[in-house]
């Protein structure tokens, strides 16, 4: 079997593997071709693929000459008609936002693999490019609002007399929010965290977090550890408390995501009006509407001397090292879908290929696709 790896378009930085990962992909018993090119934003030469074992085509050769082709982000619609029956397209789906790509796709009988469908389960952990890129993001948006603040983090103390510590307002403690608390503790920051999952609390507490808590939240554990839509009851009492937080911190980071729904609206305008100057929200829900009401995805604006950056593409500034950790996620993605002859292999009754596999022989499959979609 020939693997392809596809240069990425836009404004895209990482490259799905590197050549560090090509040498274990050979390992599996495939070939590799890798469109010209496709790791100059990582830093990662053609030569350096070569010296790892791939052959280096253009894109059109990549699209014909492999079977499985794998890319960060979906291919664009125009390069679907260089696609063939059967082909597999693996990346990040995006499900609910590519409905139209991924229908278009089926009818041409093509196999999508969703690596962001990949199930939360403790086995697919080495495969799990959304808790890799959301390591990431949470690294990224601390170091950003440290950088940017005109205030120190840590707590300092000196013969110009002490200052106190920044304080930093996290909401939702998922992945992206974990490493963020991590990171703002590491500099000094005194952090406060907010979650609906109280079962996050302990971790929170463990990294030198304050959790900051609303009682009544709804969970439910079908939900598979993701957060669920609130009480108008909760929502009110949440958004009260959170106001008040907001106000005191002089950095917020917002992660709070609800799975193929809007991103939960958590800091209302007059809230941010309410701020202190010079205070700085990142909101890393943005691509999904925006924890903060006046959040704008992929722009940094200045409000009354707050500083409002929605941005979810930090794993594309870090293409380095995120590129490292998607790759890695991915070879270990393939380790159960190729067989020992180095053959693709599609076995629906492992649970992570079943959730994996967006469409196949002109079908949908994944049920929780299905279930985004509202698809048969
Ligand atoms: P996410 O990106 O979907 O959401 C980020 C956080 O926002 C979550 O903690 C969520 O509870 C929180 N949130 C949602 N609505 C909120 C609101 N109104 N107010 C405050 N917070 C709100 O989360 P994620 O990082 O993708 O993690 C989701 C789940 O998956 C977690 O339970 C995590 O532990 C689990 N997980 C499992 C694995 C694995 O076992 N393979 C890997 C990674 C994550």
Redesign the pocket.
């Known amino acids: 079997m020939i693997i392809g790896i596809l240069k990425e378009t836009g404004t895209e930085k990482r490259v799905a593997i590197l050549p560090g990962e090509v040498t274990a992909l050979k390992k599996l018993g495939v070939d590799v071709s890798v469109e010209s090119n496709a790791g100059e934003n990582a830093f990662a030469s053609d030569e350096e693929y070569k010296a790892a074992g791939a052959e280096i085509t253009s894109r059109k050769e990549v699209f014909t000459k492999a079977s499985f082709l794998i890319s960060i982000n979906i291919v664009p619609d125009n390069d679907l008609k260089y696609c063939r029956e059967s082909q597999v397209l693996c990346s990040v789906l995006n499900p609910v936002e590519s409905a139209q790509w991924l229908d278009k796709a089926r009818t041409q009988q093509l196999t999508v693999l969703a690596l962001d469908m990949?199930?939360?389960?403790?086995?697919?952990?080495a495969?799990?490019i959304?808790?890799s890129m959301?390591t990431v993001s949470g690294y990224k948006a601390v170091l950003h609002a440290a950088s940017l603040s005109r205030r120190f983090f840590p707590m300092f103390m000196s013969a110009a007399g002490t200052i106190k510590p920044s304080r930093v307002l996290i909401?939702?403690?998922?992945?992206?929010?974990?490493q963020a608390i991590a990171i703002a503790r590491k500099l000094g920051a005194v952090v406060e965290v907010?979650?609906?999952?109280a079962?996050?609390k302990e971790e929170v507490k463990s990294l030198g977090g304050k959790f900051i808590e609303v009682e009544g939240?709804k969970e439910d554990v079908a939900a598979?550890?993701?957060?669920?839509?609130?009480s108008e009851e909760f929502?009110k009492k949440?958004q009260e408390l959170?106001q008040q937080r907001v106000v005191a911190s002089d950095v917020v980071i917002t992660?709070?995501?609800?799975?193929g729904k809007k991103?939960?609206l958590?800091i209302l305008k007059e809230t941010v009006s309410a701020m202190k100057p010079g205070s700085i929200i990142v909101d890393?829900?943005a691509s999904t509407g925006g924890?903060c009401e006046l959040t704008e995805n992929g722009k940094t604006l200045i409000v009354n001397g707050i500083t409002i950056i929605g941005k979810s593409d930090y794993p594309s500034d870090m293409s380095t090292d995120a590129s490292k950790m998607f790759g890695s996620n991915i070879i270990n993605l393939l380790k159960i879908l190729i067989d020992k002859e180095g053959n693709f292999m599609l076995n629906m009754e492992d649970e992570i290929i079943n959730g994996t596999t967006a469409v196949h022989a002109g079908e949908y499959m994944s049920q929780r696709i299905k279930q985004l979609l509202n698809v048969k």
């Open positions: 990949i199930p939360r389960t403790t086995r697919a952990q495969m799990d959304l808790s959301a909401l939702g403690a998922g992945v992206a929010g974990l907010f979650d609906v999952r079962a996050v939240a598979g550890g993701y957060a669920v839509e609130q929502k949440q959170i992660t709070a995501q609800i799975p991103a939960p958590l890393l829900a924890n």
